[in-house]
């Protein structure tokens, strides 16, 4: 069993950065691969960003390609995502996840944190 905690989240202009946190407990935090999707209300949720465990590979949604990034501390247990030069349409709650795959597709992982808001206005 892994445990997500997510935070960071808050209100910015458009244009700022915020950096989100996600600390996780139980599992073999290492070996896990993870990633974060977002949800915006009335939308589906949707993909984000991944890292794998070892920190080499990452992926991102090209919505924010070059503004994101997904970086991840295993001494610590902790996974990050540093947005930059954030505009109203990443508005959302940003979700953290483990899975045994390194995937783009929500379903692939099994552990969720409970989210934090990201609010981005105009």
């Known amino acids: 069993q892994v445990q997500l905690v997510e935070s960071g989240g808050g209100l910015v202009q458009t244009g700022g950065s915020l950096r989100l946190s996600c600390a996780a407990s139980g599992r073999t935090f290492t070996s896990l691969p993870m990633g974060w999707f977002r949800q915006a209300p009335g939308k589906e949720r949707e993909f984000v960003s991944t890292i794998s465990s070892s920190t080499i590979n990452t992926l991102y949604a090209d919505s924010v390609k070059g503004r994101f990034t997904i970086s991840r501390d295993n001494a610590r247990n902790t996974v990050f995502l540093q947005m930059n030069s954030l505009k109203p349409e990443d508005t959302a709650v940003y979700y953290c996840?483990?899975?045994?795959?390194?995937?783009?597709?929500?379903?692939?992982?099994?552990?969720w944190g409970q989210g934090t808001q990201v609010t981005v206005s105009s």
């Open positions: 996840a483990a899975g045994i795959l390194m995937s783009t597709v929500a379903n692939h992982y099994s552990y």
